[in-house]
Structures are given as structure tokens and as C-alpha cells.
């Protein structure tokens, strides 16, 4: 009577193929089709030869290594049970769970946790972005960031294909296309949102409030403090020409665009619209609602670009021009710039909203 087949064994010659050959490991697939089970066993089986790896998450929706919204770098030199027992050794923040929006920001994380990685292998885990032209430019662009020697192609019939093509050509570089096993099950949205949450929540479980002076911070992925602010006067009459039903908290210009600090959604046919663009002779506008910035995720970054870990927005002070800011980071006065994500997060870790590109 014959043994029962190991649930993996499709991957055997994959998994024998990338031990015999040094150089960058790529995996690209989608959802549910076992990128982390194929990546656990790569890198048990290379430390059980004794090899050191870096293993890079490059999905900030369901990572395994650091916080979501985050792409992870850890180091294994012995077999895990799961990858999220890796402790990280550095994360780079994107702000959101989904890569879409954020291409530069993925690939400039990729490129720069990849310049840590002092390995014999590294192992790049992908994110489940898969379709449409905005998926294939980023993971074209971060196959040439990493020059990788092997690309491990996980889909279900040829989904990746449109991706595949070009770096099937590219010389020094071998696509492998193992099967999906039928072991690999898919997950349900509601799974995947709950492991988020979970995730999160134990994340800022021991967050304490800091508060940051305006004047000690720089502030990324904002228009905040990337123009001139509005002196007192003109500021004052912002606020006579659109109240009610707005309060002006904050306003600067910049290069003829004026940004605006509200308390309130602004019609676009608001008549004190049209009296502050004339007095200001400004072009275009922005109108950020500050209770909608309630709760957003924030990086906190120290000086040499270095990721202390995650803060969540809790209040904006224009009075004392200072950010409160819940994080659990064991430093937070080692930050020197607060980058500003679009995800929006309660304490327990529930996604509770996201700004639409170019809100704030």
C-alpha cells in the first residue's frame, strides 16, 4: 500500500532548483495561492543548510512580518513554525493595506529594505496585486530594482502571464511556475479583515499619547507645512468669507495653490469660495476635513530615514501647533518625521475609513 503524497511535493523541484544557486528569490501571485506556505518552507529548507536569509513582506494587507500598512525585513538562521514568529528588523511604512495607490512608496520600500539585507539568500514575498496596468509597472519595477535570479510564479491559470513575459526574457533570471496545491484554501474578505484587525490591535495594545511640536517634526505625505501659512489677518478673513458653515483652523499657499484646514465638507459653489480666491489670486484649492484625519495611521521616522513604527493621529492643535499622537514606539522623541498614511484605524484595530487620494 502506497504512502500518502506530502501535500507540497509539486514544489520539490522548485524548492531544489533556487539551493542550488545563490542570488534574489521573487514571488508573485495572487490571493490564496500560498506565497507564504512556498516562502516558509524556502526558508526552512535554506536554514536547515545552514544558509542565512533575509526574508523581505512586501504585502502590507496581510504581512508576516511588522504591523500591516508596513513592508517587513527579518532575518531566519533556523526552520519556523510560522513567519510572523520573525521578529522584524526593519519596516518601511506605506500608509495603507492596499499597494494601489502607493507605487512609489512600494517600490522605494522594496529597494530600501533590500539594502539591508545582508544575506546569502533573500526572499521576497509579494503582495496579492495582480491585476491591471497599475500591477504590472509596480512588479516590473521592483524585478529590476532586485535583479532577482529566480522568479517563483504562483496563479491559477495564466493570470500572471501579462507579468511573466518580460522578465521571462531577461537573461540570468529563471521564472518558475509551480502548481498551486489543492491544499492551498482560499479566504474569505471577512477573514482577511479580521487577521488585519487583530494584527493592529496588538500593535498599539500598549500605545501611550505623545504630543510633537510642529517646530520639531517635519511632516510627509501632507500639504501641512509645505506652504506658506496665512498671517493672522488674511487667515481671519478666510474665515468671515466661508462662515457659516465652515471654520478655517489652518491655511497656506504654495505656488498659487491654496490649502484649507475646515471644519466642514466646502461646496464648490460656495459663493465665499469665489471672494477668497480673488483676494488670495490663488488657482486651485484644497479643503482637508480635519475630523476625517481623526485616527489616521502615521510613520515615525528618525532622523537617518530609519521606521520607529506606527503613531495613529489623535488630535491637530493649530493654536499650539502641536500633532497628539498615539504609539506604542519605546521612543517617540526620537522622531524627527511624522509621514502622514491614508488609513484611518480605531485602537481595537477596525478599519474605520480611508482619505481619497489628494485629501490631504
Not at 500560498?34 to 504585502?59: C, E, I, M, P, Q
Not at 520600500?109 to 514575498?125: C, E, F, K, N, P
Request: glycine fraction near 10%; charge should be positive.
Amino acid at each position: 500500500m502506497s504512502g500518502t503524497v506530502p501535500p507540497y511535493s509539486a514544489w520539490e523541484p522548485t524548492l531544489a532548483a533556487i539551493m542550488d544557486s545563490d542570488g534574489p528569490v521573487l514571488l508573485i501571485g495572487g490571493m490564496d495561492v500560498g506565497k507564504t506556505t512556498f516562502t516558509r518552507l524556502l526558508v526552512n529548507r535554506a536554514t536547515a543548510l545552514s544558509r542565512r536569509v533575509a526574508l523581505l513582506d512586501a504585502d502590507p494587507g496581510q504581512s508576516e512580518i511588522g504591523p500591516p500598512g508596513c513592508l517587513g525585513l527579518a532575518f531566519a538562521e533556523a526552520p519556523v513554525a510560522s513567519l510572523s514568529d520573525l521578529p522584524p528588523h526593519a519596516l518601511a511604512f506605506i500608509g495603507n493595506t492596499s499597494p494601489a495607490a502607493y507605487l512609489l512608496e512600494h517600490a522605494a520600500g522594496v529597494r530600501r529594505l533590500a539594502d539591508l539585507a545582508d544575506a546569502a539568500l533573500l526572499i521576497v514575498d509579494t503582495c496579492g496585486y495582480i491585476q491591471g496596468a497599475g500591477a504590472r509597472r509596480m512588479h516590473q519595477t521592483e524585478f529590476d530594482l532586485l535583479n532577482p535570479a529566480h522568479v517563483i510564479a504562483l496563479q491559477r491559470g495564466n493570470e500572471l502571464e501579462p507579468i511573466l513575459s518580460p522578465m521571462r526574457r531577461r537573461t540570468g533570471c529563471r521564472v518558475h511556475t509551480p502548481p498551486v496545491p489543492e491544499v492551498i484554501a482560499r479566504k474569505s474578505v471577512a477573514l482577511r479583515t479580521q487577521r488585519r484587525a487583530m494584527r493592529f490591535a496588538s500593535y498599539f495594545g500598549s500605545a501611550a499619547l505623545h504630543s510633537y511640536s510642529f517646530d520639531d517634526v517635519s511632516l510627509v505625505g501632507t500639504w501641512l507645512g509645505g506652504g506658506s501659512s496665512l498671517p493672522p489677518h488674511l487667515l481671519k478673513f478666510v474665515n468671515q468669507a466661508l462662515w457659516p458653515p465652515a471654520r478655517v483652523y489652518h491655511a497656506e499657499l504654495s505656488d498659487g495653490h491654496l490649502s484649507l484646514m475646515v471644519s466642514l465638507p466646502l461646496d464648490p459653489g460656495l459663493q465665499g469660495l469665489s471672494l477668497v480666491q480673488q483676494e488670495l489670486k490663488n488657482r486651485s484649492l484644497t479643503a482637508t476635513v480635519a475630523p476625517r484625519l481623526k485616527h489616521l495611521m502615521l510613520g515615525l521616522e528618525s532622523g537617518n530615514g530609519k521606521l520607529l513604527g506606527l503613531g495613529l493621529l489623535e488630535a491637530l492643535d493649530f493654536r499650539r501647533r502641536t500633532l497628539g499622537v498615539l504609539t506604542p514606539i519605546r521612543a517617540p522623541q526620537a522622531a524627527q518625521i511624522v509621514h502622514f498614511g491614508t488609513l484611518r484605524l480605531a485602537q481595537d484595530g477596525r478599519e474605520i475609513g480611508s482619505l481619497r487620494p489628494g485629501e490631504l
